[in-house]
């Protein structure tokens, strides 16, 4: 076997310096997922299934566990790839670092993939992987939508104070709106923060009424925003006291807000491991949900969707997690080869149940 020659090459003798060491560990844990895939296993491992109580369908996530390339990944109900899309090197010159990162791929109603890579763009692709429509903007990250005129909105979640925060343009790349958020909170406290980003804003939903809801993680909020820029609706989130060895106070620092059907919103509060739907009149939570392991540092759930069922679909580090309303997980998938304590560009951050299941081919993979 190829594998005991790398185990003989790296223990005969020679001394183990750092960068021997590491070539070594890199060839036993590619050894390692290639004998657990012959002999059946999966990248994507299916913990717990009960499809009496799931949702039935496929989900779209963005894969950048690879350290070469990051891929665009349709999974079935058993963890099997259907389809999968390959991000090509002239998209991503500088893959594998933060920089460089898909953090949102959408099934669009045309059952085309529209997706941003972080710092390089928006870029909208079919099936086979041609790449039908982009966008090129270095401030792009977190969140993009195609809205249903056919712009798409998105965010400039790593940029400085002055800049455009919120962005939209047109199917010919025109911008047609942008939100800095100076008029609100140039003042203190928001005025002088600066941590990736001033607001690092994670999420944009343009509402039926016209007006923008966003998620302001630097700030803990939520807030709507007019056209014309004025403040219609503000959330604070406060600050929480955990014990994680010894007594911090954490800020909730919410994510990826999505409007149900109702008018309540449903936002993932990461800095906390918390979901939440709060009522958006009253800013009083109806519903929400803890993730087990209190007292520990937080899991980084960034996502979160309410399904038809009323099921909750939730993204974390490493899996993905479908609850119940009651707070039962019914299905769930791992990503075997993230470790949830690794480099941060490697997690997962946003996934999208597409139902009917669709049978697509994989284009280059």
Same mark, same amino acid.
């Given at each position: 076997?190829?594998?005991?020659?790398?185990?003989?090459?790296?223990?005969?003798?020679?001394?183990?310096?750092?960068?021997?060491?590491?070539?070594?560990?890199?060839?036993?844990?590619?050894?390692?997922?290639?004998?657990?895939?012959?002999y059946?296993?999966?990248?994507?491992?299916?913990?717990?299934?009960?499809?009496?109580?799931?949702?039935?369908?496929?989900?779209?996530?963005?894969?950048?566990?690879?350290?070469?390339?990051?891929e665009?990944?349709?999974?079935?109900?058993?963890?099997?790839?259907?389809?999968?899309?390959?991000?090509?090197?002239?998209?991503?010159?500088?893959?594998?670092?933060?920089?460089?990162?898909?953090?949102? +791929?959408?099934? @669009?109603? *045309?059952? $085309?993939? &529209?997706?941003? =890579?972080?710092?390089?763009?928006?870029?909208?692709?079919?099936?086979?992987?041609?790449?039908?429509?982009?966008y090129?903007?270095?401030?792009?990250?977190?969140?993009?939508?195609?809205?249903?005129?056919?712009?798409t909105?998105?965010?400039?979640?790593?940029v400085?104070?002055?800049?455009?925060?919120?962005?939209?343009?047109?199917?010919?790349?025109?911008?047609?709106?942008?939100?800095?958020?100076?008029?609100?909170?140039?003042?203190?406290?928001?005025?002088?923060?600066?941590?990736?980003?001033?607001?690092?804003?994670?999420? +944009?939903?343009? @509402?039926? *009424?016209? $007006?923008? &809801?966003?998620? =302001?993680?630097?700030?803990?909020?939520?807030?709507?925003?007019?056209?014309?820029?004025?403040?219609?609706?503000?959330?604070?989130?406060?600050?929480?006291?955990m014990?994680?060895?010894k007594?911090?106070?954490?800020?909730?620092?919410?994510?990826?807000?999505?409007?149900l059907?109702?008018?309540?919103?449903?936002?993932?509060?990461?800095?906390?491991?918390?979901?939440?739907?709060?009522?958006?009149?009253?800013?009083?939570?109806?519903?929400?949900?803890?993730?087990?392991?209190?007292?520990?540092?937080?899991?980084?759930?960034?996502?979160?969707?309410?399904?038809?069922?009323?099921?909750?679909?939730?993204?974390?580090?490493?899996?993905?997690?479908?609850?119940?309303?009651?707070?039962?997980?019914?299905?769930?998938?791992?990503?075997?080869?993230?470790?949830?304590?690794?480099?941060?560009?490697?997690?997962?951050?946003?996934?999208?149940?597409?139902?009917?299941?669709?049978?697509s081919?994989?284009?280059?993979?």
């Amino acid at each position: 076997m190829k594998g005991r020659g790398v185990v003989k090459r790296y223990w005969s003798g020679r001394k183990m310096t750092a960068r021997r060491w590491t070539a070594f560990v890199a060839g036993i844990g590619s050894l390692v997922l290639l004998c657990a895939l012959a002999y059946g296993g999966s990248e994507y491992f299916v913990e717990i299934s009960d499809p009496q109580r799931a949702y039935g369908g496929n989900t779209l996530l963005a894969d950048n566990s690879n350290p070469d390339v990051s891929e665009i990944v349709e999974i079935n109900m058993a963890g099997q790839p259907v389809w999968r899309y390959s991000i090509p090197g002239e998209l991503a010159e500088r893959r594998r670092n933060r920089d460089q990162i898909v953090m949102q +791929a959408q099934a @669009l109603p *045309n059952s $085309n993939i &529209l997706f941003n =890579i972080q710092h390089v763009g928006l870029f909208e692709i079919d099936r086979k992987g041609t790449i039908l429509w982009q966008y090129r903007d270095s401030g792009a990250s977190h969140d993009v939508r195609r809205l249903p005129n056919g712009n798409t909105l998105y965010c400039r979640g790593w940029v400085s104070k002055g800049k455009p925060q919120v962005v939209e343009v047109d199917s010919a790349g025109k911008v047609v709106w942008t939100w800095d958020g100076l008029k609100h909170f140039d003042r203190p406290p928001y005025g002088d923060i600066s941590k990736e980003g001033w607001m690092h804003i994670n999420g +944009a939903v343009r @509402l039926a *009424n016209g $007006n923008t &809801l966003i998620s =302001i993680r630097n700030f803990n909020c939520l807030v709507e925003v007019s056209p014309d820029d004025s403040l219609i609706w503000k959330l604070d989130f406060p600050l929480v006291d955990m014990p994680i060895e010894k007594k911090l106070t954490i800020p909730a620092h919410p994510h990826s807000p999505v409007v149900l059907p109702g008018g309540n919103v449903l936002v993932s509060l990461t800095g906390i491991n918390l979901i939440v739907e709060v009522d958006r009149k009253t800013g009083v939570p109806v519903w929400k949900w803890e993730y087990p392991q209190k007292g520990k540092r937080p899991v980084h759930i960034r996502d979160a969707s309410r399904l038809p069922n009323g099921n909750t679909l939730f993204v974390e580090s490493n899996a993905i997690t479908e609850l119940t309303p009651e707070g039962t997980p019914v299905w769930k998938m791992v990503v075997r080869s993230i470790n949830p304590g690794g480099p941060r560009f490697t997690y997962l951050f946003k996934a999208q149940r597409i139902i009917p299941p669709t049978q697509s081919k994989q284009p280059n993979s």
